[in-house]
């Protein structure tokens, strides 16, 4: 990239983000440290990250090998830094897909059930108030989630089954859904 005069091989947002999907779909232990490197290859070079690129570096997160402790570490940290400079931006901000991948990432990668309930409630809670909670997002924190724990983040009666119609939540956390028409009635 850097030798080549040729302008179809410039640095871009397009280009980065096609090399984070690459490492997303590779077989190495490391791809969220490696899909970070780009975002860090982008700032160095002018270029502004946007919501794409870190939602995928947050899915080479969650697609991180969970087997060392070094990568789960690293994903956790990964995830933690990709919320904390989205959350500092005023032109992004998380989506839905953010919060998925942030789930299932907690879910994978912390060992410790105390740790990645009070976790997956935290992310629960800034989703809930960013609007953002759709049934995509659910289907993530119910995978992640011991059946009860669920229940209780949707303050559920314990003896209810799993299931959750998005038209029966506070009309504040679903402010930013629009379903498809898959979705409709």
Not at 62 to 89: C, N, V
Not at 102 to 129: N, P, R, W, Y
Request: some cysteine; charged content about 30%; hydrophobic content about 35%.
């Amino acid at each position: 990239y850097e030798s080549t005069k040729d302008e179809s091989m410039a640095l871009s947002t397009h280009v980065c983000n096609a090399l984070i999907l690459v490492y997303i779909n590779s077989n190495i232990p490391n791809k969220a440290e490696k899909a970070f490197d780009v975002i860090k290859l982008m700032k160095d070079t002018g270029l502004k990250p946007d919501i794409v690129s870190y939602n995928s570096v947050l899915t080479a997160c969650w697609r991180t090998s969970d087997f060392e402790e070094e990568y789960r570490k690293q994903a956790l940290d990964i995830s933690t830094q990709i919320l904390g400079e989205m959350k500092g931006r005023n032109d992004l901000k998380p989506d839905t897909f953010t919060y998925k991948s942030l789930v299932k990432v907690s879910g994978k990668m912390i060992q410790d059930l105390s740790e990645k309930k009070e976790t997956i409630k935290a992310l629960f809670k800034h989703c809930c108030d960013d609007g953002e909670v759709t049934p995509m997002f659910l289907g993530s924190v119910k995978s992640a989630s011991p059946p009860d724990f669920f229940r209780e983040l949707l303050g559920k009666d314990g003896n209810q089954n799993n299931y959750v119609d998005i038209k029966d939540l506070p009309p504040a956390w679903t402010r930013n859904f629009r379903p498809s028409q898959r979705f409709k009635r």
